[in-house]
């Protein structure tokens, strides 16, 4: 290796392990980093990648899909952290369940419904009530008998935050575009798997599956994920936004429900207790979908 192509390395070493911040290099005070210049904000086209139109006639097949997303998994750590408040890391690294309720809060995100069908709305309390729960305990109970006022220390109250995620589900459309001969994926909800509020400090239910939180109509609030960054492992100069995180699938997921004619079943309702055939199942799935784009040029 000649001294070049050595340089070349260390340099291409250094860019993708380094923890660099946008206009780290160009910076004068520290207040400067992360901001972008004049320069990148003309050149740069703040808003999300609008879909094309696709006419009814154009899908030749399509096939809906709920696909589970389990934050354990390395490769989706970037929805998951980080959840640490204590650490000062700027205001661009923020987990996916903290920009969802800062949208929902500051009323950009407004298409929230109770199912992934999209059918009931929820409400601003109706999302408060499901997230926070507020208990008295017996002495603070005893005082507001007494016609006291409930002392602070008598009052727990418990809020779901992003560490409590313990996952997330999501809906999308696979279908066949036709005109440009292609398999092509369309995100249309999320929803953040989190314990009940309600039960979550009880030691009998400590194992229960967690619920469903709300679902949100995913084209709805790709504004306020376009305007959240995504930690970028491999070059953090370069972080990318969570509309394209979840638009380009940069996750892993497992399907747990296609639509179907039995009032869409889940896997689980037709092959129970084995979890090995779950997972066969859903592989089975995925290949069903991908290979009708190969079927389609096979002559």
Excluded at 29 to 46: C, F, L, R, V
Excluded at 54 to 66: E, H
Excluded at 94 to 107: A, Q, R, S, T
Excluded at 181 to 209: F, H, S, W
Aim: glycine residues 6%; aromatic residues 14%.
């Amino acid at each position: 290796m000649n001294w070049r192509n050595f340089l070349l390395v260390v340099v291409f070493s250094l860019s993708t392990l380094s923890f660099a911040q946008s206009n780290l290099l160009n910076a004068k005070t520290p207040a400067e980093i992360g901001k972008k210049t004049e320069a990148e904000k003309n050149a740069d086209n703040d808003k999300p990648l609008p879909y094309g139109y696709i006419g009814d006639r154009d899908v030749f097949m399509g096939k809906t899909v709920w696909e589970h997303i389990d934050v354990d998994q390395r490769v989706n750590y970037p929805m998951y952290y980080p959840v640490d408040d204590s650490k000062d890391l700027g205001s661009e690294r923020k987990p996916l369940f903290e920009v969802l309720m800062k949208g929902i809060d500051d009323g950009k995100i407004t298409e929230v419904y109770d199912s992934g069908y999209f059918t009931v709305k929820k409400t601003f309390d109706d999302i408060q009530k499901a997230r926070v729960f507020i208990d008295t305990s017996d002495a603070g109970i005893e005082q507001l008998a007494a016609g006291e006022k409930i002392s602070e220390e008598f009052i727990t109250k418990q809020t779901i935050d992003a560490f409590h995620v313990k996952g997330y589900k999501i809906k999308g459309f696979w279908y066949f575009d036709k005109r440009q001969g292609e398999l092509k994926y369309r995100l249309q909800g999320i929803c953040p798997l989190v314990p009940d509020v309600y039960t979550m400090n009880k030691e009998e239910n400590k194992n229960d599956a967690p619920i469903e939180l709300f679902w949100i109509y995913f084209p709805a609030s790709r504004d306020v994920l376009h305007a959240a960054k995504a930690f970028n492992e491999k070059n953090s100069a370069m972080p990318f936004t969570f509309d394209h995180l979840l638009n380009a699938r940069r996750f892993n997921a497992v399907i747990y429900l296609e639509e179907n004619v039995y009032g869409d079943r889940e896997i689980k309702d037709y092959m129970k207790e084995n979890s090995q055939m779950q997972l066969l199942e859903s592989e089975r799935v995925k290949e069903k979908i991908r290979n009708f784009e190969l079927d389609m040029w096979n002559y």
